[in-house]
């Protein structure tokens, strides 16, 4: 719970400036608890007509997204074999902060 103490509103008015790491306690019961999750990435098509598809999927182990996407690109991705007709995929994992206590899907 916020105090309404002199120190608590001088460490909120500093918060920004000091605690980007988010690990001090007083930081914690302002903001919430932060979690670096791994948002997977897929884009589909190449050069201008390259277009994001989805960005829904959220891993918190950077290892099972980048399994996800590996999978994507060896099947459906740039290099290799290509089908008529198909579009190209891209898949990566892009890092993200979020709220601990999120009301994201994570998987």
Known sequence: ???????????????????????????????????????????????ENEKLHSDKMIFRSLVDCQWYAARMV???GNYGYTRPGTEKITAFCLPVEMAEDTEERLY
Request: glycine letters at 8%; a positive charge; hydrophobic letters at 40%.
């Open 1 to 47: 719970m916020e105090g309404n103490h002199p120190a608590d509103q001088a460490h909120r008015n500093n918060y920004d400036r000091h605690c980007w790491h988010n690990n001090c306690p007083a930081c914690r019961r302002f903001a919430g608890a932060v979690i670096t999750v791994f948002v997977l990435m897929v884009y589909i098509g190449l050069g």
């Open 74 to 76: 060896r099947v459906y």
